[in-house]
């Protein structure tokens, strides 16, 4: 390494007598090119890359979630990406614990953990922790099953919206599983579902975390953005990549794998309960409400240092900060 890219190694804890070495999140919109972003950082530092997209850790999941290549993974491989099949859920409590395990292997080799995605529910379970919940009710869970068929998961999600507000407003409309846990929970506690405890993931302890979060200062050009990678995605075979899901796994529709924006609408398609330009609007419509509610979990977040995708200076900005940030 030499001159600036050392310095900011330096700074950061890698070279020198700083004892120890940031934790860096990255995290935005989608479609605000932070993988990319975290592609650039990984040619110039020595870190370790960890998806945080509930999407990627499924394989054969890779149009549709954006994921990396497979020569791209090649030369910079990334952890916790292709760890499931689609019919094998995977938790916030399960990347908690397998996140947690990668960045304390990369501390221990002296290695920078950077964990990119756009999860937010992943990236406040590890930073926060997760709260206690009641265990899961098998016969209340039935109830609201039956209730779902009968009304429909708008009237449920409507539902959660009146009794519980706050649980609403950070699960999309569409998502049954947790629209039904947290209903479940409401009726086992007779409480909101509570957020993180403090003091039970990385930022209560010891471990220096740095937050970083691309965004778009102008929302017409994220909406262009979206159009323009839905088109790409349709072009690259989105379409047959969930009509092969539907026969490999013909009752997949429900689960978890299957929230991931995109999947749901062109499994409507392939239904044939919608056209092929209804499923491109449903879909462009419903990646514009995700980057919505992404922005708006950021901002109800402390910690979170903001920088502007459109800066032709992004990547500088963001090397400065790293270096600034990284020695306090």
Same mark, same amino acid.
């Given at each position: ?12 804890? *890698? ?5 120890? %070495? ?6 935005? !919109? ?6 990319? %972003? ?23 999941? @890779? ?11 090649? $030369?910079?491989? &990334? ?17 908690? $614990? ?12 002296? $290695? ?24 899961? @009710? ?36 569409? @998502? ?46 994220? &909406? ?9 995605? %349709?072009?690259?075979?989105? *379409? ?20 991931? *924006? ?22 462009? !419509?419903? !990646? ?7 922005? !708006? ?20 900005? *963001? ?10």
């Amino acid at each position: 390494m030499k001159g600036g890219l050392f310095n900011l190694s330096q700074s950061l804890g *890698v070279y020198g007598e700083t004892p120890r %070495l940031p934790v860096v999140c990255l995290t935005g !919109t989608t479609a605000s090119g932070k993988t990319e %972003l975290a592609m650039k950082l990984a040619n110039c530092l020595p870190v370790d890359l960890i998806s945080v997209d509930s999407g990627q850790v499924y394989r054969g999941m @890779d149009i549709g979630t954006a994921k990396p290549e497979t020569a791209v993974l090649r $030369r910079t491989p &990334h952890g916790l990406i292709d760890v499931r099949d689609i019919d094998t859920p995977y938790s916030a409590a399960d990347f908690r $614990r397998d996140a947690g395990a990668l960045v304390r292997e990369s501390l221990e080799r002296q $290695r920078i953990p950077l964990l990119v995605g756009g999860t937010l529910f992943y990236f406040s379970a590890l930073l926060k922790g997760l709260p206690d919940l009641p265990a899961a @009710d098998g016969a209340l869970r039935d109830c609201l099953e039956k209730e779902a068929e009968i009304q429909g998961w708008s009237a449920m999600y409507e539902k959660l919206l009146k009794n519980d507000p706050s649980a609403a407003e950070r699960i999309a409309p569409g @998502d049954r599983q947790r629209i039904l846990r947290a209903l479940e929970v409401n009726m086992l506690s007779g409480k909101p579902v509570k957020t993180n405890p403090p003091g039970r993931g990385l930022l209560g302890g010891n471990t220096r975390v740095l937050q970083l979060c691309v965004f778009f200062s102008d929302r017409t050009v994220l &909406h262009q953005k979206i159009a323009d990678r839905l088109e790409q995605m %349709l072009g690259s075979g989105l *379409v047959n990549e969930v009509s092969l899901f539907r026969e490999q796994f013909p009752n997949a529709r429900n689960l978890p794998a299957m929230r991931s *924006v995109g999947y749901q609408q062109v499994w409507s398609y392939l239904e044939n309960e919608i056209d092929y330009s209804t499923m491109v609007e449903n879909t462009r !419509t419903a !990646t514009r409400r995700l980057a919505k509610r992404q922005l !708006t979990w950021i901002r109800n977040e402390p910690g979170w240092t903001w920088f502007d995708a459109l800066s032709p200076g992004l990547f500088d900005a *963001v090397q400065k900060y790293l270096a600034s940030a990284g020695g306090r």
